[in-house]
Nanobody, 123 residues
């Protein structure tokens, strides 16, 4: 069965960095586009970033552009989210998701989801 397992979340001060990882199993990882989404308390889930199957194309939400970087290693079945210059507004549960072949910024179009990892940024 398909599993996506996020790790790397935690508590960090504003301006700090974290690196999230999402390890995938039970699927042919190299043919899946991957996305990162987040949900803050009391808010709807929002798109953060996505990456195509080969890692050659990425797309970011305006709110994170220039601070967060998505990447993948198909030899390790893992997608990453490097988070720099973190702000308190980045506080949320971060989820990775997988979609066959093509990227999307709509969470409804992703087939598999991880359980999420908490990121808390203190001011």
């Amino acid at each position: 069965q398909v599993q996506l397992v996020e790790s790397g979340g935690g508590l960090v001060q504003a301006g700090g960095s974290l690196r999230l990882s999402c390890a995938a199993s039970g699927l042919t990882f190299s043919i899946y586009a991957m996305g990162w989404f987040r949900q803050a308390p009391g808010k709807e889930r929002e798109f953060v970033a996505n990456i195509n199957w080969s890692g050659t194309s990425t797309y970011y939400a305006d709110s994170v552009k220039g601070r967060l970087t998505i990447s993948r290693d198909n030899t390790k079945n893992t997608v990453y989210l490097q988070m720099n210059s973190l702000k308190p507004d980045d506080t949320a549960v971060y989820y990775c998701a997988a979609r066959p072949r093509y990227t999307s910024y709509s969470g409804d179009e992703y087939k598999y989801w991880g359980q999420g990892t908490q990121v808390t940024v203190s001011s």
